[in-house]
Every structure is written in structure tokens, then in C-alpha cells.
């Protein structure tokens, strides 16, 4: 039985070294598009070890058959590291927002914009309020309601007032 825990043990000090050395077997056996993994060897490991251990202190069978138990566990646990790892790794986050996705919004006006000058507006990039500077062909008063016509520089918009 101590061969059991002592395979489950390393198993466990490889998922810690995966943490640290993240990659390493990977960049070794790229062709196995993962299966050969730091995760997935300490998976395999530790349920080999652990699963035969348990199978050789709670039923009379011998070494052989809690090998080929813990074996099996080992596989599963070794294949479910590889499809959750695959799965993590291939998750794709939303795009960035940026400010030419502003293009066709509309805003409120927070500081009143002058003929020839500027003045600024609050408006919404990727869900969160965020003001700009903002130019206008006419003075446009605060609070007044506004989309965005061009983005010039990544710090302002030029806006036109809504028309109702």
C-alpha cells in the first residue's frame, strides 16, 4: 500500500510543479496537442496511486488488481484534466472595446460645448461611463442628449445634438 500513496503523493507534488513549470511538457510533445501535459501526467498519477490504495485496503484483492483499478482511474481522471484543460484553453474573451466603436452612440452632454471650442460628454464604451472631450458645429447646453458623429484622437468625439 505505501507504493499506492507514495505514486498519489507524487501526483500531487507534480499538479504543484505544473503551477510553476506551466508548459513545459507541452513544449516537449507539441505533436500530442496536450495529452502530455504536467496537469494531465499528475492526474494520472495521483489517481493510479490513490485509487489503488484504496482498492487494496478496503477489498481482499491483490497488487495486480488494484494496479489495474487505480490504472483505470488514472486514465479517467488523466483524460477529464485533458478535455477541462483543452476546454479552458481555447476559451475566447469578448473584443476589446475602442473608441471607434463609439461611432453612432449617444450621450449626455456633462460640460456645455462652445461654437469654437470644447466641452464634454458622457458616454457609454463597452458598458461603463467614460467622458471625453467633445467638439460640436453648434453650441450644444449640459444635459442635453447627443450622438457621436467621429472619433479625431483617442480623448475626444465630435458630437451633433439629437433632433426629437
Request: glycine fraction near 18%.
Amino acid at each position: 500500500m505505501a507504493w499506492f500513496l507514495g505514486f498519489g503523493i507524487a501526483g500531487l507534488a507534480l499538479l504543484v510543479l505544473s503551477l510553476v513549470f506551466d508548459g513545459l511538457l507541452e513544449g516537449l510533445f507539441d505533436a500530442f496537442d496536450g495529452l502530455v501535459s504536467l496537469p494531465v501526467v499528475a492526474g494520472f498519477v495521483s489517481m493510479l496511486g490513490f485509487g489503488g490504495a484504496l482498492v487494496l485496503g478496503t477489498t481482499g484483492l491483490g497488487a495486480g488488481a488494484a494496479s489495474a483499478v487505480g490504472g483505470l482511474a488514472g486514465l479517467g481522471a488523466g483524460w477529464l484534466t485533458w478535455r477541462a484543460s483543452r476546454a479552458l484553453m481555447r476559451d475566447r474573451t469578448a473584443a476589446t472595446p475602442r473608441g471607434a466603436d463609439l461611432v453612432g452612440t449617444s450621450g449626455a452632454v456633462v460640460t456645455a460645448i462652445p461654437m469654437d471650442g470644447y466641452g464634454e460628454v458622457l458616454l457609454r464604451l463597452g458598458g461603463q461611463p467614460v467622458k471625453y472631450a467633445a467638439r460640436s458645429g453648434v453650441p450644444v447646453e449640459r444635459g442635453a442628449e447627443v450622438w457621436v458623429a467621429a472619433v479625431p484622437t483617442p480623448t475626444s468625439v465630435e458630437v451633433q445634438p439629437v433632433q426629437r
